[in-house]
Structure formats: C-alpha cells, structure tokens
C-alpha cells in the first residue's frame, strides 16, 4: 500500500518523537505529503476573569507547579506551535520533503482524527506512550482513541523501546 498523506501527532515529548521519524520515513518513501499535528489545552477563564477581562488565574497557577516538560500543555498555541515546528524539523532530518504543521486547541486525539479528515489522510501515526504516571491517566489514551476513530489507517509506533529500537 502506498500513502499520499501521512498525519503524525506529536506531544513534544521523546517518544513522540520516535513516531515522527517513523512517519516521515514512509512519507519519504512514499513521496507524500506529512502533517505534524500537536494539540494545546487553551487558557480556559472563569466567567467573573471573563467579564473583568482579566487573566486565567487558574491556568497561570497551574503552569507555576507544572514540570518544565508539560508547560506547553497548559500555555499557548505558540508553544504549541514551537512543538509542531520542532516535529518538522525532526521530519525534514528523517527524509520527509512537504511538511506541514498544525496546531490546534482541544483533546489531543480530536485534533488529531480532525486533522485527518481535513487533509484526506491515508496513515495516521501515533506512540503507544506519551506522558506516563498522572497525566497519562489523566489525558487518557490518544493512540486508543486514534484507533478507534480513524477514517483511514493507523500506525501505533511502540515507544516504549529503548533509542535502538530493540
């Protein structure tokens, strides 16, 4: 089978970087189109924040306590962006050529089947592990979800191994 586009969802984390390379190993060779996706937990107000026009209080408490490789879960689109851009570069270094990066607002697997749909995707590529321990439970299982939902195939890239991919 041969793919025309390859959709790779990505949480910044070094696993997720794993499923990128093996995304865009199969979009190099099958000279196809890869769409980096990363999802982002927008900054989320009170209703009284709301009509102040003040801040998230909430959200900006939450990044204060939050380990530094999870902050951009609880911020913005751009370091959601920066993610999705750190995804290509990872991509172009791998072999793929027309890459093109998405971030969007919402659960991680939404965003991710959405983006599928949108750009016709024949592949989506995800890691069987992404954040562990409480988040994990907490965020539930994006490559579960993915496989459940996809309009087209799906590739469950085992993260879990170690770099050399024993």
């Known amino acids: 089978m041969t793919y025309a586009c390859v959709v790779v969802g990505t949480d910044g984390s070094p696993t997720a970087e794993r499923a990128i390379r093996h ?3 199969l979009a190099a060779v099958n000279e196809a189109r890869m769409i980096v996706v990363t999802a982002y937990e927008g900054e989320h107000r009170s209703a009284m924040e709301h009509l102040a026009g003040t801040g998230p209080g909430e959200s900006t408490r939450q990044q204060a306590v939050a380990p530094a490789d999870v902050h951009w879960r609880l911020t913005d689109r751009g370091r959601a962006d920066a993610v999705a851009e750190l995804g290509r570069a990872i991509a172009r270094e791998t072999g ?18 959405d983006a599928a749909r949108f750009y016709d995707a024949d592949l989506v ?9 409480t988040e994990r439970v907490l965020l539930g299982s994006v490559a579960s979800s993915v496989l459940h939902h996809a309009p087209c195939d799906v590739l469950v890239v085992d993260t879990a191994c170690d770099a050399a991919g024993r």
């Open 23 to 25: 995304g865009a190993e």
């Open 96 to 113: 793929a050529d027309g890459i093109v990066i998405l971030s969007d607002e919402g659960d991680p697997a939404e965003v991710l089947l």
């Open 125 to 133: 590529v995800v890691g069987s592990v992404g954040l562990v321990g």
